[in-house]
């Protein structure tokens, strides 16, 4: 039942006890403390809405990072990680194979205030060697919503031959 409740919850926060029981043919109550008891232990960690900022009437620049930097001796990456994630312009963090040590992802006011946060508080941070910026234009998807702004929803994609 764990791994279909939290996968139900991802997916839509907003579902009630009562539908969440009844989805799972389980009791109510065992419902209720399990959430609980995921929420107490950290396996729920949050609860979040998606945002088409482009409907919204609010300007946002977000902005995918690459930092390359050097494990420390004991503490791996996790010392490195632990500074990077208490920028509040950090939205996420993870540490990723590849040609970077993490991957971030950064929310600003516009592009000025995500390259001044780069070049004024994580490129000088102790650790960091490099960085590598790019800013996101347009978000098609998130978290497996589609955001697709010139259909409406429901309306199927065209298909040509």
């Known amino acids: 039942m764990m791994k279909e409740l939290l996968t139900l919850l991802e997916n839509n926060a907003r579902y009630e006890v009562k539908d969440l029981a009844a989805l799972l043919n389980e009791d ?15 396996v729920i960690a949050g609860y979040h809405t998606i945002i088409n900022w482009d409907k919204a009437d609010t300007e ?5 990072i690459f930092v390359n930097c050097v494990p420390e001796r004991e503490a791996g990456y996790d010392k ?10 950090v939205d996420s963090l993870y540490l990723i194979s590849g040609k970077a040590e993490f991957m971030l992802q950064v929310n600003g006011s516009n592009m000025r205030e995500v390259s001044n946060f ?3 508080k994580l490129a000088p941070t102790e650790g960091v060697n ?15 919503r589609e ?9 199927r994609l065209l298909v040509t031959p």
């Open 28 to 42: 109510e109550e065992l419902i209720k403390d399990t959430i609980r008891e995921y929420e107490r232990n950290s």
């Open 80 to 89: 490195i990680a632990a500074k990077i994630a208490r920028y509040p312009e």
């Open 130 to 144: 490099g960085t590598e910026t790019m800013f996101i234009l347009k978000e098609y998807k998130i978290n497996g």
């Open 60 to 64: 946002i620049t977000k902005a995918i």
């Open 118 to 120: 780069v070049a004024h």
């Open 147 to 155: 955001l697709l702004n010139d259909k409406e929803d429901g309306e």
